[in-house]
């Protein structure tokens, strides 16, 4: 039996963020979700990150006008294919504190849409 080490329940998403390097000022660029915890982002990109690499997200939630800024570390990346690209994971490191709550609240969400409607 194939045990599941996820301390959070992970939920499937298409939401929008930017993604850039850090500490460079570099171009964003955009990706899609494929799914998120309260400590992880799983997400596709055309670009291949490295393991290790510290990322600056921007994380557009569905209904807010602001993105939260989250800082992440690349965990791990591998190709999909050419269409998809690298399917990406990186750990949460850091939440901009005057939109955390935001962010608590999106994940929040979903685990009321999954359990209790």
């Not at 460079?24 to 997400?43: N, P, Q, R, T, Y």
């Not at 993105?67 to 690298?86: H, L, Y």
Request: proline letters at 3%; one cysteine or more; hydrophobic letters at 45%.
């Amino acid at each position: 039996m194939i045990e599941n080490r996820r301390r959070f329940i992970r939920f499937e998403t298409e939401d929008i963020l930017e993604v850039r390097p850090l500490p460079e000022i570099a171009k964003k660029i955009k990706v899609v979700s494929k799914d998120f915890s309260l400590i992880g982002i799983c997400f596709f990109s055309e670009y291949q990150w490295e393991k290790g690499q510290v990322l600056l997200i921007e994380y557009f939630l569905p209904e807010e006008l602001e993105p939260v800024k989250i800082k992440a570390n690349v965990v791990w990346a591998e190709f999909v294919d050419e269409k998809k690209g690298f399917l990406v994971g990186v750990e949460i490191l850091d939440i901009e504190e005057k939109n955390a709550e935001k962010f608590l609240h999106h994940y929040f969400k979903k685990i009321k849409e999954k359990f209790f409607e």
